[in-house]
């Protein structure tokens, strides 16, 4: 039995370990898999409070969970295959073989970027192909960057590059965007944006840092070679809530709701980090929930 487990080791769970270590309850985290969340994929971090110099993403989830490990937390490799929400106490099973049971439960398991899925997409992730303008903007100062998406998100990000970017172009699979009018108009009236419609990246260029991409005509077929600095896919995330599904209150795109901080809709359940926000998907935003998180379990926990 356990006071509280924390799922995911991005900077949303290894903070919350942190407080619920302090607080003595001798939280568990599980890992999973793929530990340390995006931040793992991310090289310069330069907008995390506290570092004047640029710190690896790597580095710093590794200085994150140190910090947790020092107040007590204990570290569990491995995915949460099933889960019980709804009883008390919660039961987790580990890889289809361990069960655990717990008062309290942080999710944290984070959001997904959606990718392309062509080939040189993994291979460059993190030098010259990112998911996150606010992220990785900064370092593409005079440079030609593509853009892959037609929503909001890829509006959102064509228009926030061109803060840096002398060109962004904006790759869509359609002739027409998704994104609403606003955004459309924001892009569309911006000279250093440009469209090319009708088309898919088929392949991404260059070694070890993007040099442009290999593109297919949908309509003709043609394929053809565009050079560019940086590719930014901008296609959506899903959050890792899957194995929740029916238990806990999401929204139409399986965000977890959370209610007067970061409860859910079942008691001793607490949700922090890009698993309950779509909007604004940062490292801070997400350490920072998970602190509430964590301050809201301990009085659940005492209540």
């Known amino acids: ?46 907008n995390y409070p506290g570092f004047h110099h640029a710190i690896m993403g790597p580095e710093l989830i590794k200085e994150m969970r140190a910090q947790a490990a020092r107040f007590g937390t204990e570290f569990l490799q491995g995915d949460v295959s099933a889960a019980d929400l709804k009883r008390s106490p919660i039961t987790l099973t580990i890889n289809g073989e361990r069960t655990l049971e717990t008062r ?16 040189g997409e993994r291979r460059l992730l993190g030098h010259g192909v990112s998911t996150c303008a606010t992220c990785d903007g900064f370092f593409f100062k005079g440079k030609e960057l593509v853009v892959v998406g037609g929503g909001d998100s890829a509006m959102e990000e064509a228009t926030f590059l061109t803060k840096f970017a002398t060109k962004v172009t904006v790759v869509h699979r359609r002739d027409r965007l ?3 009018k606003i955004m459309q108009d924001r892009a569309k009236n911006n000279p250093k944006v440009g469209f090319i419609w009708n088309a898919s990246v088929e392949k991404i260029l260059g070694d070890p840092l993007v040099t442009g991409i290999r593109l297919k005509d949908l309509k003709t077929g043609a394929v053809t070679e565009k050079p560019c600095d940086g590719l930014f896919v901008a296609i959506g995330h899903s959050p890792n809530t899957k194995l929740f599904a029916g238990q806990l209150d999401m929204d139409e795109k399986g965000y977890i709701k959370t209610h007067g901080g970061t409860g859910t809709n079942l008691p001793g359940v607490f949700a922090a980090g890009d698993v309950q926000d779509h909007v604004y998907r940062q490292a801070v935003t997400a350490a920072g929930s998970g602190c509430m998180a964590a301050i809201d379990c301990e009085r659940w926990l005492e209540s």
């Open 1 to 46: 039995m356990r006071n509280v487990v924390i799922i995911g080791s991005g900077p949303a769970g290894l903070t919350a370990a942190i407080y619920t270590g302090r607080a003595n309850l001798s939280p568990l985290l599980i890992e999973g898999v793929h530990a340390g969340g995006q931040l793992t994929l991310t090289t310069e971090v330069e």
């Open 104 to 119: 309290a439960l942080i999710i944290a398991s984070g959001a997904s970027a959606n990718m392309l899925g062509v080939d």
């Open 178 to 180: 998704k994104a609403s």
